[in-house]
């Protein structure tokens, strides 16, 4: 079984550029997460989808982050206009069931450079 | 509020040395879940164990043996005649159900092993 993927592995754009990032989950996973790791700082956590439904985006930063999941598959995260404090990294991580506390399984990450 | 310390920041062993990485939680909630993450080299955060907050057996797996006890609420990790493939941040992390299920991380301890 294929576990969490994301794309890309690394970004490096320019201050006021726009960046999408994705995520697919594990095949029937209705739980997906964002998370962000800042430099020196703790994973925290951005949102939570229930298949194509926010559940809790309390994480989210600010405006300038979109995410959205079609159809309840895979998610993307786009930065809009990206900002260097968003530099860090990205991950992303699913869990079966719904609701409930079941173990989160995570992607590799894509680590994003704002310059 | 839900809340994960771990108070080391980084750890350094030889190999075959027995390591403990502490873990220390805050939560008003009677119901809990508890976690250990990997995080080696290649920047994927691998899933460890997880305790639920009213199993407090102590869990061993292999050279890996996890010590839960609420009454410190800590969550210690112990690994046993540690391997230079151990070397990666290790991550602490919480989450419960009133909290939404969205998971808290401690800041992480790096540990290293040398051979």
């Known amino acids: 079984e294929a576990g969490v993927t994301q794309f890309p592995s690394h970004s490096v754009i320019e201050k006021g550029q726009t960046v999408t990032l994705r995520c697919d989950p594990i095949?029937?996973?209705?739980?997906l997460y964002w998370y962000r790791r800042v430099m020196g700082k703790e994973i925290k956590f951005l949102l939570h989808?229930?298949?194509?439904?926010?559940?809790?985006e309390s994480g989210m930063p600010n405006n300038r982050f979109l995410a959205e999941r079609t159809g309840g598959t895979y998610s993307t995260l786009k930065v809009q206009p990206a900002e260097l404090e968003d530099s860090g990294v990205y991950f992303c991580?699913?869990?079966?069931?719904?609701?409930?506390?079941?173990?989160?399984?995570f992607g590799p990450g894509t680590r994003l450079t704002v310059l | 509020a839900q809340k994960v310390t771990q108070a080391q920041t980084e750890i350094s062993v030889v190999e075959k040395e027995d390591v403990t990485l502490d873990c220390v939680y805050e939560?008003?909630?009677?119901?809990?879940?508890l976690f250990w993450y990997k995080q080696p080299p290649s920047g994927e955060l691998v899933f460890l164990i997880r305790?639920?907050?009213?199993?407090?057996q102590n869990e061993i797996s292999g050279r890996y043996s996890w010590n839960f006890q609420k009454s410190t609420s800590s969550f210690n990790f112990t690994i046993t005649a540690s391997q230079v493939v151990d070397s990666a941040v290790y991550f602490c992390?919480?989450?419960?159900?009133?909290?939404?299920?969205?998971?808290?991380f401690g800041a992480g301890t790096i540990l290293r092993v040398k051979s």
């Open positions: 991580a699913s869990s079966p069931r719904t609701p409930g506390t079941d173990t989160q399984y």
């Open positions: 095949s029937g996973h209705d739980n």
């Open positions: 989808f229930v298949k194509e439904s926010k559940q809790d």
């Open positions: 939560t008003r909630d009677t119901t809990y879940y």
């Open positions: 305790r639920n907050s009213f199993d407090e």
């Open positions: 992390a919480l989450t419960t159900m009133e909290y939404g299920n969205k998971l808290v």
